[in-house]
Structures are given as C-alpha cells and as structure tokens.
C-alpha cells in the first residue's frame, strides 16, 4: 500500500484546511485509515481515523467536533477536514493504513503498517 498525503499549508487560527490521503496498491488489504501529527520536539499523536468497510469514525479529544473523517472508495482517498484551526494543530499530518488493526489499537501508530510522507499544517495566530 502507498500512501500520499496532500492539502497542508499556512492557515490562520480559526480557518479551515482539507487534506487528503490517496492509497495505491494493495487497498483492499487495508482495514483502516489513520491521520496523525507531529509537531517539533514531540512524539506522533493520533488524530482521527476511518474503518474502509464500515465508515465508522474515531477522533482524538483535542480534534473532536472540529475535525471531521471521511473516506471515498472508489477514489481510495480518506480526507481529513479541519475547521476552527488553532495554532496548536500546527504539525506535520501524515496518513497511515493498517491492515489488521483493532478499535483499541486505532490510537498508537505501532498499529499501522504503512505511513504516507506527511504533510505540513501551518496555523499562525
């Protein structure tokens, strides 16, 4: 599975981006979809992620109700919406895809068996 993540760039608090995360190859083997970020000096977090077959959504606590998940299938592209930015959004995104991964695992990214390259999201105060 190859992943490519797009859609970063400079916002200003409070302003909206969409990234977007393509899969090429073996998608049909991929059971779910992750977004998480990193920012400098801190370790990767989790920040939402979509089940391919079902839809069914997960969401950090930090992003609920300001992020929203979605998948299109027959694109094999999973989007993450991100309303009211805050500049504490600010980090690389990167998209992963884990092939047997489960709901309690969804939030550590030793879940996820492919990374995409990161994108970068900019949120200046």
């Known amino acids: 599975v190859q992943l490519q993540a797009s859609g970063g760039g400079l916002v200003q608090a409070g302003g909206s981006l969409r990234l977007s995360c393509a899969a090429s190859?073996?998608?049909?083997?991929?059971?779910?979809m992750g977004w998480f970020r990193q920012a400098p000096g801190k370790e990767r977090e989790f920040v939402s992620a979509?089940?391919?077959?079902?839809?069914?959504?997960y969401y950090a606590d930090s992003v609920k109700g300001r992020f929203t998940i979605s998948r299109d299938n027959p694109k094999n592209t999973v989007y993450l919406q991100m309303n009211n930015l805050k500049p504490e959004d600010q980090a690389i995104y990167y998209c992963?895809?884990?092939?047997?991964?489960?709901?309690?695992?969804?939030?550590?990214?030793?879940?996820?068996?492919?990374w995409g390259q990161g994108t970068l999201v900019t949120v200046s105060s």
């Open positions: 190859g073996r998608t049909l083997s991929a059971r779910i």
């Open positions: 979509v089940r391919w077959s079902t839809g069914m959504t």
């Open positions: 992963a895809a884990g092939l047997r991964t489960i709901t309690s695992a969804i939030r550590f990214p030793s879940s996820y068996d492919y």
